[in-house]
């Protein structure tokens, strides 16, 4: 990001408070030399990632720079990077880390960098983990994807605590692999059950049709047939629309010596032995009409 040389090159805030640029001090001692102590401490402040104040301004900024545009501070802000703070900073970071380091491993966690892809900010903005939902949500997606180098990344502990940071872009990544996984882990073995239970509901109804074409039924009405189907079907924990024209075709082909016969509205399925019956029984009433 370009910096607005015309504000306080460390806030890049407009306030009240007034700016000012150690070229114009009345201090006639080296005015550069103040900027090269100031960037030398801001240096050495994120060497020890201390920096007291976000900078917009990275490490390729230099003196000449500062003077040609005649960098300018709030007082404030400079002496937030004073060499007695930076003293200070080293102080508390040494003891940190002597304290800290050989008990317990709080900070495994590099805060700069992303802890999904291990690059930093100059890959894309670093988003931080804000709530404990989203430090639980993360934990189990990589926990559930069982990827042990994600997974010794975030055994720290909770990633808030840890100072974790993400692109936005890798977290999305996270989630997609997740949520394949998810698909994939219900999706195939409910896929094959499901073909199943159909062509086995299939094989119920053609043992029904049989059994009645057996005791003396020929005749069945596609509609009751359909819902029969239906209802089996549901009853098995598969709920799709089943298609009339296709299960009528499945029959016919089943059962060849069966035929389709429409009586209006109502497709009828009518077995063969059926035919000769409504023959029969047609011949009948016309004789005895
Ligand atoms: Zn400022
Ligand atoms: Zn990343």
Redesign the pocket.
Known sequence: MELNWSRCVICQQDTSEPLKCPLHSRDPSDKTGVYASFLNNVEQFSVIDAVPVELLFGNNETVEKFVSHSAAWHKSCYLKFSSSKLAKAKKRTHKHDTEERRPRKRKSLEVT???????GEE??V?HEVSTFHTDKNIRDMITELNDTQLLTRICGGDLMAMEAK??L??MVKLRNRHRSLIRKQSQVPDDIDSKMNESRAFVKLTRYIEEAVTSGTHLFKLSEIHSLHVTRLEELNIHKQVNKTRLKARLLEKFPEAQEQSYGKNSVLVFKEGMKKIVHDAVKTRNFS
């Open positions: 960098k992303c802890f999904l892809c291990e690059k890959e894309s670093l993400y692109h872009s890798c």
